[in-house]
């Protein structure tokens, strides 16, 4: 379900701090329930997102259709022609990850690149940390990012939460947001929510599946 993007604010999440000239576009919880133990923890989460992301795209869903319909719009209109090339708008700069300081360089897991095997989209990892990830996309339509949260909500019962920021590229950046954006609130994302949740779902089974 959408979150309230103040709640997401108020967390001390690095991406707030590095990405203030980006819009916060959606905040996604993500209904999984975890016990932060040692197989439920945000590094687990942090692969099944990332494999769940590739399944979608090579699976004929909805999800996948909508992947491949932008592939093919973009033959006839730039929409991928400059992936990861261009300057965020409004600056040089060309990754966020040039904000980090040497603290979150050291810090920083290795993170892995989110990319279909069918897409020429490619989300290169900026941090992995403890309790949350940031990939990025530039394209010729918007500089965008990708903020996955580790969350505790009561107890030891944890859950996930994914936000995504943007700057469009002028006019024809806004105007595609806007073209996109039912199609990403009511498929898109959901189609990931529940592609990200049976896949989490698999982990308590194959715990008690290797004990035995």
Known sequence: MMINKETHFARQWKVNEIATDFILWDVWEIPIAANNSKTENFQSFYGITLETFKKIQSKTTLVNILFTLRFWIDKIIPLDRNINTLPIPGCQETTVKTRL????????????????????????????????????????????????????KNDNNYTATLAIYVVPRGIYGKVYLKLIEPFRRHIVYPGMMKAIKEQWQVIPQASVSNKN
Do not use: C, M, Q
């Open 101 to 152: 300081n040497s603290e979150d360089l050291k810090k920083s897991k290795a993170g892995k690149t989110i990319k279909g095997d069918d897409s020429g989209l490619e989300f290169r990892p900026v941090y992995l940390f403890e309790d949350e990830s940031l990939h990025e996309l530039s394209n010729d339509t918007v500089h965008g990012l990708i903020h996955v949260g580790w969350i505790k």
